[in-house]
């Protein structure tokens, strides 16, 4: 039942901000079913439903396989981010160009890896009303033409379809592999040393940095976290059971803000086997995020890194297991939100995160100079705002009237 509200909650949230739904348009195409997989996977789907203006060009699965199978993630999301316009363009605007020219920006530009005009698509009508599509950066081809629209929803989303995908330079470029992240020092950054150096020192380390080639999603408590009365005496702990929290609190999945926002099972951990679940949930509310473990929960402060497939966020709270906290722990983590009558300022147990106060002085973190290559503008925002409000701001840009054109690519590239 509790699981049945949560999906209602989430699922009429979503629909709160915005009226699409990408997965579902393309879901009614097979010719489409690779591109609309990549778009779930890299997380892409949630960022083009919660924007409220856009077109997304696709590619079919002949013309999207020939790029996607021999890329990692990661480039893949960066080409998939370049087919996703944030202006509103359907057969009929696109075949009236003004001056038979224009550029549109595309989400690969708000992604911080994309310098100059390499997050632009360039929109030129060609000869016999073809309309051909290219990367905006001067010396490229306009190599892939219009195919058809595949939706529209006048002037929120539309869907077209275009025949081969527009390359930008170095879009194809791999990113530095994961083994050259030093996961510690970007932790460490952002205001987690506590953690980061008690993952160095059960060599925990060495176990994430080995899963960040594949999958890998760290909820790293910041500093604060491990103070005030709240806070088990972890001294008091076993090494095994400290290694079970410490592995509680990370998982072998990419898990990117979108992702978590409609992510409604249980998430395994680390810590998680076959005799002990040790798993998560996750609420949404507005622009935030909580994770919950049954003794309590904690708000995502910040994203520290989204790179696909790794994404790391900093928490206000250490997620108390209930596997090793349930029954009675020293200081007594409150079961579920029981909510203390008395408004005593200073028990601030962190389970009561649901509260719209802050759990825990907002943290005096510089705020995570965000390492993260990707989405930087959205990490810029959640800066801005972390001080107040712990919540992750996930979308700032839900707000903004942007347009996404899906272009499916189709025709055969090469
Ligand atoms: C979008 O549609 C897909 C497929 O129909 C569905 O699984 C998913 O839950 C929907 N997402 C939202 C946010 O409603
Ligand atoms: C179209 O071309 C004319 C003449 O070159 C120019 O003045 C005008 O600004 C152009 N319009 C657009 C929208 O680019
Ligand atoms: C788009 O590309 C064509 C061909 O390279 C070029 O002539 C045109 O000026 C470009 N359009 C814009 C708006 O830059
Ligand atoms: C576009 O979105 C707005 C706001 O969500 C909604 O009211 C409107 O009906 C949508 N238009 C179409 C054609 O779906
Ligand atoms: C990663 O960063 C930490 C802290 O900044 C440093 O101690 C460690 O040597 C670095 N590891 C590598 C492999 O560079």
Same mark, same amino acid.
């Given at each position: 039942m509790?699981q049945l ?6 699922t ?8 699409h739904?990408?997965t579902d348009?393309?879901g ?7 591109f609309?997989d990549f778009?779930?996977q ?14 997304v ?14 890329h990692?993630?990661s480039v893949?999301?960066n ?9 509103y363009f359907d ?5 009236q ?8 920006t ?19 009508d ?6 051909g ?7 490229s081809?306009l ?5 058809k ?5 006048p002037?929120n989303?539309?869907?077209?379809e ?20 030093n996961?510690?020092a ?10 980061a ?11 994430? +940095?080995?899963?960040a080639?594949k ?7 910041n500093d604060?976290a491990?103070?005030?009365?709240a806070?088990?005496?972890l001294?008091?702990?076993t090494n095994a059971e400290?290694?079970?929290?410490? +592995?509680?609190?990370a998982t ?5 803000v979108g ?7 249980p998430?395994?951990?680390f810590?998680s086997?076959?005799?002990?679940k040790?798993?998560l ?5 507005g622009?935030?995020l909580?994770?919950?473990t049954?003794?309590d929960?904690s ?5 520290i890194?989204d ?7 900093s928490?206000?709270?250490l ?11 020293s200081p007594?983590?409150?079961p ?8 005593s ?8 995160a649901p ?5 825990s002085?907002p943290?005096p973190?510089?705020?995570a ?15 801005s705002?972390?001080g107040?409000?712990h919540?992750v701001?996930?979308k700032?840009?839900a707000?903004l ?14």
């Amino acid at each position: 039942m509790a699981q049945l509200l949560r999906f209602l909650l989430v699922t009429a949230l979503a629909a709160a901000v915005s009226g699409h739904n990408i997965t579902d348009i393309l879901g009614g195409s097979p010719d489409y079913r690779e591109f609309n997989d990549f778009l779930s996977q890299t997380g892409l789907a949630d960022e083009i439903n919660t924007r409220q203006t856009i077109t997304v060009l696709v590619l079919n699965n002949a013309a999207f396989s020939a790029v996607a199978a021999k890329h990692p993630l990661s480039v893949v999301k960066n080409l998939l981010s370049l087919h996703i316009l944030l202006d509103y363009f359907d057969n009929t605007k696109l075949h009236q160009i003004t001056n038979g020219t224009t550029l549109s920006t595309t989400l690969y530009q708000t992604t911080g890896n994309a310098n100059g005009n390499v997050g632009s698509v360039n929109i030129t009508d060609l000869k016999g009303g073809k309309v051909g599509f290219g990367s905006a950066a001067p010396g490229s081809k306009l190599d892939s033409t219009y195919v058809k629209s595949v939706k529209q929803m006048p002037y929120n989303i539309s869907v077209v379809e275009i025949s081969g995908p527009i390359m930008a330079p170095g879009i194809l470029a791999a990113p530095p592999p994961s083994a050259d992240l030093n996961i510690t020092a970007l932790m460490e950054k952002a205001g987690c040393k506590r953690f980061a150096t008690l993952l160095a020192s059960n060599g925990l380390i060495k176990t994430f +940095q080995s899963a960040a080639d594949k999958a890998l999603t760290i909820f790293a408590p910041n500093d604060e976290a491990f103070k005030g009365p709240a806070v088990p005496d972890l001294t008091k702990l076993t090494n095994a059971e400290l290694l079970s929290l410490l +592995q509680y609190h990370a998982t072998a999945k990419y898990l990117p803000v979108g992702s978590l926002k409609t992510t409604k099972d249980p998430i395994n951990t680390f810590a998680s086997n076959a005799a002990s679940k040790f798993q998560l949930t996750v609420s949404s509310s507005g622009d935030s995020l909580t994770l919950h473990t049954g003794v309590d929960s904690s708000r995502l402060a910040n994203t520290i890194l989204d790179s696909t497939p790794i994404s790391i966020y900093s928490l206000d709270s250490l997620l108390l297991p209930s596997e090793l906290f349930a029954k009675s722990p020293s200081p007594a983590p409150a079961p579920e939100p029981v909510l203390p009558p008395s408004p005593s300022p200073a028990s601030t147990t962190p389970s009561q995160a649901p509260s719209p106060l802050p759990a825990s002085p907002p943290s005096p973190l510089p705020d995570a100079p965000s390492a993260s290559p990707s989405e930087a503008p959205s990490s810029a925002a959640e800066r801005s705002t972390s001080g107040k409000s712990h919540g992750v701001h996930v979308k700032p840009s839900a707000l903004l009237a942007l347009t996404v054109t899906a272009f499916v690519i189709s025709a055969t590239f090469l």
